[in-house]
């Protein structure tokens, strides 16, 4: 079968059976805790794949950042935040790029966002060729960092280091740690991954390709390749050496505030 032979459709789905799906089929089985949509993708009565929709922990900072010229608000777009799809359906080589043609159509019939924004994770190898085949928008990239247990290989994002940063606190007698210290992260065998991460948008009305012509730096070419990923581990205080890509096992879930078997962690907003 090709694309031209496929016909989807995308309807909403209930949480618990996007979320169930999600963490059979996705990497990474945290999911964003501020979600605004789970859709599934359908072909015929078929559940092919899964595309949830919301904002990262600080939307009003992403926008500002990517626009720093005009007054947008949290409404303005909405997020990809996971989209995975049924094992046969990874290898097609068009069935990501025909899935966002869909979801493009269906956000602008059934919602006013402006932009529909994501993120392409460097660290896990991706450099987002999915939209670059879809002609998003390349915003540029940014470096982030996760850390990893060096025995299990559990990944572990910062923002899911709750009890990790209290036990440093602790363990370093201060009040407070925002990052998990050198000292600390030797002392529970975990180690620092730095990596980048690579921003893309795609404008959904009119009002959103002028809003992007003010920022003549995102561009539809020059995308990033393999060649642009980047890694590496802290080895000191403040020093890093360059490593190969990381590996982890997304199965452990130790140190992970967001147990995956606990469907309670994640918001719907509506």
């Not at 094992?87 to 269906?106: A, C, D, R, V």
């Not at 991954?193 to 730096?217: C, D």
Request: hydrophobic share 30%; aromatic share 14%.
């Amino acid at each position: 079968m090709t694309h031209k032979d496929m016909s989807l459709s995308i309807k909403e789905l209930p949480k618990e059976q996007a979320v169930a799906f999600i963490r059979r089929y996705h990497y990474s089985k945290v999911v964003p805790r501020l979600c605004r949509y789970f859709l599934g993708i359908y072909q015929h009565e078929k559940l092919l794949g899964v595309v949830e929709l919301g904002w990262g922990t600080q939307p009003l900072q992403t926008l500002h950042k990517l626009f720093p010229s005009h007054n947008l608000v949290t409404a303005d777009y909405l997020e990809i935040g996971k989209m995975c799809f049924l094992p046969e359906m990874n290898h097609t080589q068009y069935f990501g790029s025909l899935t966002l043609s869909y979801l493009i159509k269906w956000l602008q019939k059934y919602t006013d966002c402006l932009f529909l924004y994501t993120l392409a994770d460097g660290i896990e190898g991706k450099c987002g060729y999915v939209y670059q085949a879809s002609n998003f928008y390349y915003c540029g990239s940014f470096k982030t960092s996760v850390y990893r247990d060096s025995q299990t290989l559990e990944k572990i994002h910062p923002r899911s280091a709750r009890i990790l940063l209290e036990e440093n606190a602790v363990y370093d007698g201060v009040e407070k740690r925002h990052w998990l210290t050198h000292e600390f992260c030797e002392h529970k065998k975990i180690e620092k991954i730095n990596g980048l991460m690579f921003r893309y948008i795609y404008p959904l009305t009119q009002e959103a390709r002028h809003i992007l012509k003010k920022y003549p730096t995102y561009t539809q070419h020059s995308y990033p390749k393999n060649n642009s990923l980047y890694f590496e581990r802290r080895i000191a205080n403040r020093r890093y050496e360059k490593i190969l890509q990381p590996h982890f096992n997304k199965n452990v879930c130790q140190y992970n505030t967001q147990h995956y078997n606990n469907q309670q962690e994640v918001l719907c907003l509506f």
